[in-house]
């Protein structure tokens, strides 16, 4: 393990209750590392695997995306739909010689500040344990 | 003389937060008494007795946003002393000192911690409460604080005032709406289980409480030697209470469920015990969660009695009662699902105002009404009223609009005209970035001046600076100004967070004559400020963030807010007491209604009902024959609907005829039926028959010697998943009714699902009315030996009948349910019921769900009734009037904007091949194939924004206006440049 390494990771989170559980976070001064980039998007149903893939190639290290509890989607089932979606984008990514686990779905509600925060510290753990991201040395991505 | 127009609410329970909200909505100004110093000071139902964890309220009922419009205005630490006039002219006097910490112009910039010199453990004098997500509120230690004023000298908003006074006010207000909180039952009311006697008994609302910030985890059931118990016992303690100590909402059963099925979940080796008297879990799908918890391996033991005593520190030693037998089990941790008490403060607003209480000490409310109290013009909602659930108290709320109408004189609260928003296609593309300093308090957190200067080198920033704030009104403006001056026409807010404050930045961006689309709003404070420490990196991390955020708003695109006319008339389907009730309310407050009905007669499941019900009931039809605004069609039927909401279009079928119609909302009054058994005999021998024959039989005279009434005939099995709720309640009437003949009553049953004001189950007992308990897989038989007509139990034992009585349940018209849910697009539930957006399965109670902008929620097409779930009488009237609120504020509109406003999804036609996809997976049917052009189309009305359809589509043709793909992809490449 790479002491200086320090992974880019972007965390995709829903309008409602990932943005929330991160504005909790806030409010309580919850700590986190600085290499957690936050993405917004309304809701997690609305990315599509083109764009997650996009941040890998890009050369992100992790990827975490966070909706809300299940039966909570704001709209409808959107977190069904992306959940269902990182499992396909886990395949795609192996095949691309990454390791499935540099993409994590974890369901974090509006006051889930904690919760949000423990997720960022683990995966960041987690990725600094693994390594960079290959796709980075790579000239053809 | 003229009614007042303003409204008084006194207390915060849901049901008064959602009357404010509504009467907001419909343009009634409201006045919010609020007993406590902040939201939640004095504890509501949502956060205490959700059967979840978390709970969102405060975020869905957009109190600030009609704060700031001038609709609401708040009192806090208010109490009422005095009320003189009458219905629609009440004077109202009450005392109220403002908040320390005002928390509508408070920035929440944390200074005032910071120079807060007392230290008290882990936190200052002052701190933000541990517990609230949506807005900060702080709080002041009084213990502890000094009063040293550094705090109010360093609030760069003046929010913070350490000393505020006491103020009479007095108010002129049309109605008074009482929502006062429930009381928490006390240590000494929970003694039989020990409670506060061993850190291993807790309430389930402390456990829902305290893990509001981590959900649900291990965590939560720590003991204090730090131990992860792992067996444990879910008590539900009004099942073992007396009458009077603790009274039982509907939830709590399930609230039991729930709470087994998550620590199974998170301790999947605990071995959880749910102890109750009988699963009285009678909501729509809270069924499913008993099945739920036995497949997740919960024992559920319905015992007679339970006692908790700790064993020594970390057990806790449980006596029960089952079968007359005595046993004991020793436990680790064991949680209490309370229920509530009767208001406290009934006594005092029966003095006050002179409403009365009933004889279980919550306010009395008039037969057939939904929140009227004894005194016209004052209404009484929620946990006041009785103990209840949050879709209860919340369908009150609104229903106190339908009935509150009548005292209340014209609107007086209209929403301000939104500015005009310039053209800036014909610009060149300028980006500002405006960095806000929250009135100079960031600046000791990070250099901003530095960050500005970075940020003005980026090559697109034509214009970089730094601003005091944008959520105050005076700093909207300046801020607004400084946009026009600086003649960008993009803007990037650098600022703290745009959930809670969204609408204050967009107004901002629209002040400066700009379309919010040409916006992005980036979460300074929230993602770096308050999380960060290391000043270097903060600096990076907030530079990479608004290179980011300045790539995406290069290629955002404006687009304009559509507006639409909204046609104020009502189609009711379905004529039974739901929709009688529904079509009268509405046509009473002077909207066309059409009422069609699919037999001959009005009235619909008339033959149930009692006395006095029949009696509500052919007065209600003749004042909907009456009506000039009703018109009613007897064997009709719809033959078609197209449209969206507000703008129905279709066509019903009357005597062969089609007659077109054009209706802006939907009722769904369909009902449903009794269900017929085909087991124990009936229809076979004449001594069998069902609770509504023999209510109807029922005439004072000796019917038979020895009755034996069979519960559960048709529900809560594998083909009816659901409890009928009405059955349990009409068999202990009927019973009583034949005790009182003389005959010999035994009910056999399988959960005794009695609620409700009177205690039918309590009287049944007490007159000597005997109650068997059978398995919920063995029935009992009823079998003919020669003439003799016997029961045989599920223990073999024989009984000899003259009748036996069978409480059929109710089932749905499957079959007509289907019919219009094609017709209409409308959702069914897997039971056949109507679904509806605030019973997403499997959470009732999910207030996000209840609270959503519920007039919308179902695209104007409502369930009431029992087309939505089995209902008693009353409650059938309560979902009537609730929805006859809602539609009354939409009806009421001329005009009326999309509800996402610009923000929706769009297509690009020249890359959309017509593949339907995006068509099958819009949970909104807010898309479809244009005929012609064979491109998917979006309904601007109907779009929600969420994006599913950007996810599927092949072609990438499909796109949020906010979230285009090619804005998304720029931001990602800038975020990891």
């Known amino acids: 393990m790479n002491k200086n390494f320090t992974p880019k990771i972007i965390y995709f989170m829903c309008n409602w209750c990932g943005t929330g559980g991160a504005e909790s976070a806030s409010a309580h001064h919850l700590y986190y590392p600085e290499n957690v980039l936050p993405y917004r998007v309304n809701c997690t149903g609305s990315l599509s695997t083109v764009l997650i893939l996009r941040a890998f190639i890009d050369g992100a290290d992790g990827v975490i995306i966070s909706g809300c509890h299940p039966g909570d989607c704001h709209y409808e089932d959107g977190n069904f739909r992306e959940r269902k979606r990182v499992a396909t984008i886990k395949s795609i990514i192996e095949s691309l010689g990454l390791e499935e686990d540099r993409i994590w779905f974890r369901y974090v509600a509006h006051g889930e500040g904690k919760r949000f925060v423990d997720t960022t510290t683990e995966f960041n753990d987690y990725i600094k344990k693994i390594g960079p991201n290959p796709l980075k040395e790579r000239s053809d991505t | ?977």
């Open chain 2, 1 to 977: 003389m003229a009614k007042e127009s303003s409204v008084l609410i006194y207390g915060t329970n849901l049901g008064g937060y959602r009357a404010a909200y509504a009467l907001c909505k419909k343009g009634h100004k409201v006045i919010l008494l609020n007993r406590g110093s902040y939201v939640d000071d004095i504890r509501n139902q949502t956060l205490s007795q959700l059967p979840l964890d978390f709970c969102w309220m405060c975020g869905h009922f957009p109190q600030r946003l009609f704060k700031a419009l001038g609709c609401v205005q708040d009192f806090y630490n208010a109490e009422l002393l005095e009320v003189s006039g009458q219905a629609g002219d009440f004077t109202v006097k009450f005392k109220t000192k403002p908040q320390v910490v005002n928390n509508f112009i408070c920035t929440e910039c944390d200074e005032c911690i910071e120079v807060c010199p007392e230290v008290v453990g882990d936190r200052k004098a002052i701190y933000v409460h541990p517990e609230i997500g949506w807005e900060n509120i702080y709080l002041i230690d009084w213990e502890n604080c000094t009063k040293c004023g550094k705090c109010e000298e360093v609030c760069p908003t003046d929010a913070l005032k350490l000393e505020r006074s006491e103020e009479v006010q007095e108010v002129k207000v049309a109605a008074i709406i009482l929502a006062l909180e429930y009381n928490d039952p006390t240590i000494e009311d929970l003694k039989n289980f020990s409670f506060g006697k061993s850190p291993s008994i807790v309430k389930n609302s402390e456990i829902a409480r305290n893990s509001l910030l981590t959900n649900f985890v291990k965590d939560s059931v720590k003991l204090p030697s730090g131990k992860i118990p792992q067996n444990f016992a879910v008590v539900v303690t009004p099942h073992f209470n007396n009458h009077g100590t603790e009274y039982e909402s509907y939830n709590l059963s399930v609230s039991a469920a729930y709470r087994g099925v998550r620590l199974k979940e998170i301790l999947p080796e605990s071995d959880v015990t749910i102890f109750l008297k009988d699963y009285r879990g009678f909501g729509k799908r809270h069924y499913r969660w008993y099945k739920k918890a036995l497949d997740a391996g919960v024992h559920i033991e319905k015992v007679d009695d339970i006692k908790a005593s700790p064993k020594n520190k970390e057990e806790v030693n449980l006596q029960y009662e089952k079968d007359g037998k005595s046993h004991e089990k020793t436990v680790e941790y064991t949680i209490l699902i309370n229920g509530q008490k009767s208001p406290n403060l009934m006594k005092d607003m029966s003095e006050i105002c002179g409403v009365k209480a009933d004889e279980n000490g919550f306010c009395n409310i008039k037969p057939f009404s939904c929140s009227e109290t004894d005194v016209d013009g004052i209404f009484a909602v929620g946990e006041f009223t009785g103990p209840k659930g949050n879709p209860e108290a919340i369908w009150e709320g609104c229903a106190t609009l339908t009935e509150s109408l009548k005292y209340l004189g014209e609107t007086n609260f209209k929403p301000p005209a939104p500015p005009s928003l310039r053209n800036v296609d014909v610009e060149e593309k300028k980006i500002g970035v405006f960095i806000c300093s929250c009135f100079g308090t960031f600046n000791d957190k990070m250099d901003l001046n530095d960050l500005k200067e970075t940020v003005e080198a980026i090559p697109d920033v034509s214009h970089a600076e730094i601003i005091k704030g944008c959520c105050t009104p005076p700093s909207i403006k300046e801020t607004a100004e400084l946009i026009k001056k600086s003649g960008v026409n993009r803007v990037v807010l650098a600022v703290c967070t745009p959930i809670q404050k969204l609408l204050k930045f967009r107004k901002t961006v629209m002040m400066a004559g700009l379309n919010p689309l040409l916006s992005e709003f980036l979460r300074l404070r929230e993602d770096v400020i308050n999380v960060h420490k290391d000043k270097v990196k903060m600096l990076e991390k907030s530079l990479t963030l608004i290179k980011a955020a300045v790539a995406k708003t290069k290629k955002s695109v404006q687009n304009p807010t559509l507006k639409e006319s909204f046609t104020p008339h009502a189609l009711v389907i379905g004529a039974g007491l739901s929709g009688l009730t529904c079509a009268s309310e509405i046509a009473d407050n002077g909207f066309q209604v059409t009422l069609i009905e699919k037999n001959e007669n009005l009235g619909g499941n008339e033959k149930y009902f009692d006395k006095q019900q029949k009696e509500y009931l052919d007065k209600l039809i003749s004042k909907v024959k009456d009506n000039q605004n009703i018109k009613v069609y007897q064997k009709a039927e719809l033959k078609r609907m197209s449209g969206y909401a507000g703008n129905f279009y279709g066509a019903i079928l009357s005597e062969k005829k089609e007659i077109p119609i054009d209706v802006g909302v939907i009722v769904l009054a369909t009902g449903a039926k009794e269900h017929k058994p085909k087991e124990f005999l009936y229809g076979e021998d004449q001594r069998v028959i069902t609770q509504t024959e023999l209510q109807n039989n029922l005439n004072g005279k000796k019917i038979g010697n020895q009755v034996v009434m069979i519960q559960c005939v048709g529900s809560k099995n594998d083909e009816h998943p659901y409890c009928s709720r009405v059955c349990c309640n009409q068999a202990l009437k009927n019973a009583l009714s034949l005790k009182e003949t003389g005959s010999e009553v035994t009910i056999l049953y399988r959960d005794m699902t009695n609620y409700g004001k009177e205690n039918y189950y309590q009287k049944a007992l007490d007159s000597g009315v005997k109650f068997i308990r059978f398995e919920d897989n063995k029935y009992p038989e009823v079998k003919k030996n020669a003439d003799a007509l016997e029961v045989i139990k599920s223990d073999g034992e024989k009984i000899k009948v003259d009748l036996v009585v069978l409480s059929t349940g109710i089932e749905p018209d499957e079959e007509n349910n289907r019919n219009l849910s094609n017709l209409l697009g409308y959702p069914m539930d897997k039971d056949g019921f109507f679904d509806s957006d605030v019973n997403v399965y499997p959470y009732e109670e999910s207030i996000k769900r209840l609270f959503k902008p519920y007039e919308w929620a179902t695209n104007c097409i409502y369930p009431v009734g029992l087309a939505h779930s089995p209902r008693a009488f009353e409650e059938s009237i309560l979902t009537a009037r609730d929805i006859a609120g809602r539609a009354l504020i939409l009806l009421g509109k001329k005009m009326l904007p999309a509800p996402n406003a610009m923000y929706i999804a769009e297509v690009k036609d020249a890359l959309c091949m017509g593949c339907g996809i995006c068509v099958d997976v819009c949970a909104y049917s807010a898309r479809a194939i244009d005929i012609e052009k064979k491109i998917a189309v979006v309904h601007p009305f109907l779009c929600d924004s969420c994006g599913s359809c950007v996810s599927v589509c092949p072609n990438d043709a499909s796109y949020l206006r906010d979230f285009m793909s090619n804005q998304t992809i720029s931001t990602l490449d800038a975020l990891l440049a």
